[in-house]
């Protein structure tokens, strides 16, 4: 885990993961599996606010999600359902389709939610 990566368009993104052998950030010999965290997030780094500290924790479960190679737009968006699942706060039925993703139960679009 490093704290920035000086070459990377951060606008938006609080953190990025590499999701194969052979990724690196580039001029460094950070190499994969690695998870880049941007510095501005959280804002306020010595007092974080319990919304802050959520949003670190999912973010850094997401991440690790990319390190076992789960891309966004390939497939079932794991990343973000497990998240959903294991650490963010939301209404539970969100969280329950969330661990239905995370499970397995769904694999796919032409797989329904049982």
């Known amino acids: 885990m490093v704290c920035n990566d000086d070459k990377y368009d ?54 690790q999600l990319h390190n076992l190679g789960f891309l966004h737009g390939e497939s079932v968006e794991y990343p973000y359902a497990c998240a959903t699942c294991c650490i963010e706060d939301v209404k539970d039925d969100q969280r329950a389709d969330a661990c239905k993703i995370c499970s397995g139960v769904y694999t796919g679009p032409t797989i329904r939610l049982i």
């Open 10 to 63: 951060w606008t938006g993104t609080a953190a990025h993961a590499s999701v194969k052998p052979g990724e690196k950030i580039k001029g460094t010999n950070v190499v994969h599996p690695f998870i880049a965290v941007n510095v501005n997030k959280p804002k306020t780094k010595l007092n974080p606010t319990q919304e802050e500290k959520d949003f670190l924790s999912a973010t850094l479960f997401h991440e």
